[in-house]
């Protein structure tokens, strides 16, 4: 027989052999390799990530002086406005303290916010994530919330030394409950990301609307998280209700698709708000080794 | 050399790093610019079998180190198609041969690791159709056009480590 066939021929067998002992193998020599191979590829996104603000630097450093002036000028004209907002706020913080004075409010002082910048974005039908520059060395945790301001961007699936990966709202795997906008009876809602069907925005769907439900008039619903559950704190904000609510096909409840409040995927960065003391939900993302 | 596959993945690196920045660019669109495939063909025309297993196994745990696919699926399944391109390198041993493999084994790639993520897809997906040939093509496309650059930045590695050239008459 043609050496060169017999040795194909060998070489199938041999991937059949391993094949069999890669689906035997404990789960955590798989994940081990996979962790190998993120943190071989680390260096080059955070090359990529440094490199691009590099380039911006440079970009802005090449603009004209008379360009410089007029963005100064701007820039003051923001600051007035920002220090009038900064007064305002520094009124409604000492009317907080005096009004938690009253009644011995203890804010829960839960979580620890690392502020990362996005290194890379990636989505296709089955996942929306994004990849950050911060990991396991700088305390970000499975499972941790992931914002911006006082929205909820996604949540963090895998960390990885110096990377995280963090699933969007849209992500299909992304799960969380709600509380709708002009809902007096505060039902609560499950939010969920859906596998994203053609060249459209990214949404997600909100289901488990109560029937009775109508949305305010003249704007859209927002979208609250509720805080039950652990992972996300209490009245952060998913997203704006879009359009109307359909009836679902048992006819019990509502659904409606929610749409981000901010675009997901134009993000330089973010904060993941690491809970200071591990929850279930954290120890149950330990053991999802597809999430 | 015997370690020529590893060489030979540090150079084509920067092409699969070039190909997420432009899924990056993409991502609103959930398409992927998947050239996995294509950095498997020219490498197995000139690596001795085992060499083009390795590096193929390489290719595919990279790519899916950072996605949610079920381990090993791609990659197991590149080395299959290690095994057969080196084994009948005479389906690749003219240009037109490469590009017909670079065009079928990206889209193959792509195919697999698409069912294979909606296998590890925690919620189920309707209305798929569109999005998925439209990926196929993508991936079709996106691997014909870039197996040129790929394989010459490959040559030249290959070169340059003294790998002999490709028979004409394998």
Same mark, same amino acid.
């Given at each position: ?9 060998? /070489? ?40 691009r603000?590099l380039? +911006?630097?440079w ?14 000028? @701007?820039?003051?004209?923001? *600051? ?15 009317? *907080? ?9 203890n ?23 994004i ?6 060395k ?44 002009? @809902?007096?009876?505060?039902?609560? &809602?499950?939010?969920?990301g859906?596998? /994203? *069907? ?8 909100v ?38 609510t ?6 019990n409840?509502?659904? /409606? ?5 901010r ?24 053991? @999802?080794?597809?999430? | ?10 150079? +084509? ?27 498997? &063909? ?36 590149l &080395? ?45 997906? +309707? ?22 650059p ?5 040559n ?5 480590? *003294? &790998? ?7």
């Amino acid at each position: 027989m043609d050496p060169n066939r017999q040795g194909a021929r060998a /070489s199938y067998v041999a991937l059949s052999i391993f094949v069999a002992l890669w689906i035997l193998v404990p789960s955590a020599v798989r994940r081990f390799n996979r962790e190998a191979f993120v943190e071989f590829q680390a260096p080059a996104l955070h090359l990529l990530g440094k490199s691009r603000e590099l380039a +911006t630097f440079w970009e802005k450093k090449s603009r004209s002086v008379e360009e410089m002036a007029a963005a100064g000028r @701007d820039l003051a004209r923001i *600051n007035a406005a920002l220090e009038i907002q900064i007064n305002k706020f520094e009124d409604i913080r000492r009317e *907080n303290v005096r009004l938690r004075e009253i009644t011995h409010y203890n804010v829960p002082a839960e979580y620890m916010s690392v502020v990362a910048r996005v290194a890379t974005r990636d989505s296709s039908s089955w996942w929306q994530r994004i990849v950050i520059r911060k990991g396991r060395k700088d305390g970000i945790r499975p499972g941790a919330p992931v914002v911006f301001g006082n929205t909820v961007v996604g949540r963090v699936t895998a960390v990885h030394l110096t990377t995280s990966e963090i699933d969007l709202v849209t992500s299909p795997g992304f799960r969380c409950t709600a509380y709708l906008e002009g @809902d007096d009876q505060n039902h609560i &809602v499950l939010v969920n990301g859906v596998a /994203s *069907n053609s060249l459209g925005t990214a949404k997600a769907r909100v289901s488990v609307i109560p029937r009775d439900y109508s949305m305010p008039a003249g704007q859209p619903a927002r979208v609250f998280t509720t805080g039950m559950g652990g992972v996300f704190p209490s009245r952060l904000m998913l997203g704006y209700l879009d359009g109307g609510t359909y009836a679902t096909q048992v006819g019990n409840f509502k659904e /409606s698709l929610l749409v981000p409040s901010r675009d997901l995927y134009n993000l330089q960065e973010v904060s993941v708000l690491v809970p200071l003391h591990q929850n279930p939900g954290e120890a149950l993302m330990q053991g @999802d080794q597809f999430q | 050399m015997g370690w020529a596959w590893l060489f030979l993945l540090l150079a +084509t690196y920067p092409w699969l790093l070039g190909a997420d920045l432009a899924s990056d660019t993409l991502a609103s669109s959930s398409l992927i610019f998947f050239v996995s495939g294509t950095c498997l &063909v020219a490498p197995c025309r000139r690596l001795k079998r085992w060499q083009a297993v390795l590096l193929a196994a390489c290719l595919g745990f990279l790519f899916e180190a950072r996605r949610p696919i079920p381990d090993g699926t791609l990659a197991l399944s590149l &080395v299959a198609i290690a095994i057969f391109l080196s084994s009948n390198r005479q389906l690749i041993r003219n240009t037109p041969g490469m590009l017909w493999a670079a065009a079928i084994v990206n889209v193959g790639a792509s195919l697999i690791w698409f069912l294979a993520s909606s296998y590890g897809s925690p919620s189920p997906a +309707t209305d798929l159709a569109g999005q998925f040939f439209l990926q196929l093509l993508l991936s079709g496309v996106v691997g014909t056009l870039s197996l040129i650059p790929i394989a010459l930045t490959q040559n030249a590695v290959l070169d340059r480590l *003294n &790998v002999p050239p490709a028979p004409d008459t394998p």
